[in-house]
């Protein structure tokens, strides 16, 4: 592509670059324009050094120059035959010294370059700044390209306007002088007539290939608007509703701005065209005037297209968030929350003079018990620049809150469908009126459905629904999704599963994650693809064994204790205990990995391999560690800090080596406190719940006190497997009833084989008051569960592995 083609196609601040280099003498831009591709092909780098050489080029140049004005008087374009016979006359200034024009020349052509080359950089470092996904699809390059071409268009059609009125003043210049004119001689009159005639006859044809013209870009416009609001604002709607709910989806605005306002713009120039064709009408009218016949009708459609376009331009930016809550869309009754509305059509000019007003569900629905709510607060703020960061016409309401209104009965028309608090949807609206050049159009914009809570307890449940309603909706506006709620496609549900984790951690989950928990859900399958999950299975209110429970508890306690070691990869997760169990075997002693219980909500648990006396594998697995642990001593430090006392009681960490083999102080090390020892911040947390002593084939939690340790001394051996004795009074605690059986967790799918007694049994030792989360267990398919209290210690189950 020429140069000069490529500078008339760039963005609007790198032309204007080009207006202003040739707001001057030394090279009219209507030369460099008409005799482009001549001077772009000549050596004006020899010229400029070459005398007799740069006068050849001057003579051509001049003659270029003639060709042009011949042309423009063929085409009676009276302005440009006068500038062009100007210049020629500021040229022959050179003829001396044809050299200097052509280093002139050639100092335009390098500015030229200059600003092509800024703007090449530019668009390359947006490039790098996003997302894979937010790059140019061909789709919006062709777009790029369309809206280049309509501006091309555009221009054109402003200087055909200009000489379409230089054209008329001719005529009418022509027609007055006549008028004022005696004329007796009837040859000379008619001949006057007949040029007159013929002038009309070029004005009406010009008239109507303006006409035309003017439908070919109303044409064009009308193809990019369908492209814009059909198409590029429903998938950025689509990925602002994934984004709300995790998705690392780019939902930028200021693409579709650039777009949006450049239509408008070129709709609003047409505009003036048209406005401009009236008033030249209004001067010179003759018999079938076409632009009498065609105005009206041009007007109308430049009229809907623009009011197309802008009521399609006034979107939620920011969906309705609070600042405390678990995300955007859950509010809760007299909390502040803010949102932010923004008009993509940028006009400086109305800055702070568009008022947007707040108000809420408009049509409720007539559901049975529904809620309705009043907006308080600062409900009206006027579009301006100020707060956004970019420059762009937002609205941005900070501090709103809701307020239920009090209850008026059910009434007639109200249908027997009710739902629970946190599946009923509300919609928050936005509205202002556009008023620009003598047009008007009100506008309005909407929130996505938002759930509104009373109080905190509710909100796992409301974030849920917000989480599968945005998931799985297409109609933004179906308060209605959870009268008939659809089930997800298991590829939906585990691509939503792994944004919740990229969003809290900035790492989501792999396919082997993900794969454990779909066999949990589903039991065991080659594919998952064609499987479901009903809304029912995720959450329902007022249950609180659901997979959502479940799943959230873990998702909170890796965001608030664990998201350094979960960012860096060192927790497996989920991990099926079988998959665990054959993972560790094939691996050398002290080998570990890290996985989240499958039944203790928010547990996480860490399972290493033994080498038997036999040169068996076996796996051991402890007690789930939860919140009341890790606000104590963060998960690194258990890991490092965990022994076992054997039976010469020497201390010993088991866990030697993270899956498949790092070392553990390479993985975790970076993460460990400076203080070790008795000078460790977490040691009484360490004495009391971190020391395991071995005692043939149990193992006894204890607390090390510094004489047991120096003497060699050991507890005595317990009575029963899932117990300890204990004293009280002096006398021992029995602990001697038989095991419980186990009931299989309620959230997964599958049944557990009945347990086998394990061989060894690690237990915490806490204070002589209270016996907390105490067992350690070996792999024997045992559930997560915690002693409940020394002083009343009773046998737990001993069913399948945390």
Known sequence: MAQWDKLRQLPIAYRQQLHELYDRDALPMDVRHYLAPWIEKQEWQRAARDHAFAMVLFQVLLENLDIQHSRFVQEE???????????????????????????????????????????????????????PEAMET????????????????????????????????????????????????????????KALQL?????????????????????????????????????????????????PDNVCLDQLEKWFSCVAVCLFQVWEFLTKLE??????????????????????????????????????????????????????????FSVKARLLVKFPELNHSMKVDVSMDKEAPQIKGYRRFNVLGTKIKALNMAESTNGGMVADFRHLTLKEQKSGGGGKGVSDISLSVTEELHIIYFNTVFELKGFSVELQASTLPVVIISNSSQQQSAWASVLWFNMLSQDAKDVMFFVNTPAATWPQFGEMLSWQFLSATK?????????????????????????????????KENTPDTFWVWFDGILMMVKTYLEDLWRDGLIMGFVTKGKEKSLLKKKKRGTFLLRFSESVIGGITFSWVEITVTGEPDVKTVQPFTKVDLSQIPFHEIIRNFQILEAENVPENPLLYLYPDTPKD????????????????????????????????????????PSDMAQGEGLEPMNGLCGEAAEQDGDPYPLTPPLESYDPDPMMNGSVEDPEPPQDLLMYLNNPNLFDNDLLQDDQSLPDFSLQGFNCLLPQSCGSFP
Request: proline share 3%; charged share 30%; aromatic share 8%.
């Open 77 to 131: 374009s009276f302005l440009l035959q006068h500038n062009i016979r100007r210049y020629k006359q500021n040229f022959q200034r050179y003829v001396d010294d044809p050299c200097a024009l052509a280093t002139t020349i050639l100092w335009f052509l390098e500015k030229e370059k200059e600003i092509l080359e800024s703007a090449e950089l530019a668009e390359k470092v947006q490039l790098l700044q996003v997302e």
């Open 138 to 193: 061909s789709s919006q390059q062709d777009l790029e390209r369309k809206l280049a071409g309509l501006r091309n268009e555009v221009q054109c059609m402003e200087h055909t306007i200009i000489c379409l009125e230089e054209q008329q003043d001719e005529f009418d210049f022509k027609f007055q002088t006549q008028k004022l004119e005696a004329v007796v001689d009837e040859a000379r009159k008619k001949e006057q007539i």
């Open 199 to 247: 002038l009309v006859n070029k004005l009406n044809n010009c008239r109507k290939s303006t006409l035309s013209g003017l439908n070919d870009i109303l044409d064009r416009i009308q193809d990019i608007i369908d492209v814009l609001v059909k198409k590029e604002l429903v998938e950025w709607q689509r990925r602002q509703q994934k984004a709300c709910i995790g998705a």
């Open 279 to 336: 008033e030249l009408v209004g001067k010179v009218s003759y018999e079938n005037d076409p632009v009498k016949a065609q105005n009206p009708t041009l007007q109308k459609r430049v009229d809907t297209l623009l009011r197309d376009l802008l009521k399609s331009s006034f979107v939620v930016e920011t969906q309705p968030s609070m600042p405390q809550g678990k995300g955007s869309l859950v509010l809760r009754t007299n909390v502040q």
């Open 507 to 539: 790492r989501g989950l792999d396919d082997t994650q993900l794969e454990m928990i779909a066999n949990k859900l589903f039991g065991k399958k080659p594919n998952y693809d064609s499987c479901t999950v009903p809304w029912s299975k995720f959450t």
């Open 666 to 705: 390479k993985a975790f090390g970076k993460y460990y406190t400076e203080k070790s020892g008795e000078d460790s911040p977490y040691i009484k947390y360490i004495k009391t719940k971190l020391v395991f002593v071995s005692k043939e084939n149990t193992l006894e939690a204890r607390s090390p006190m």
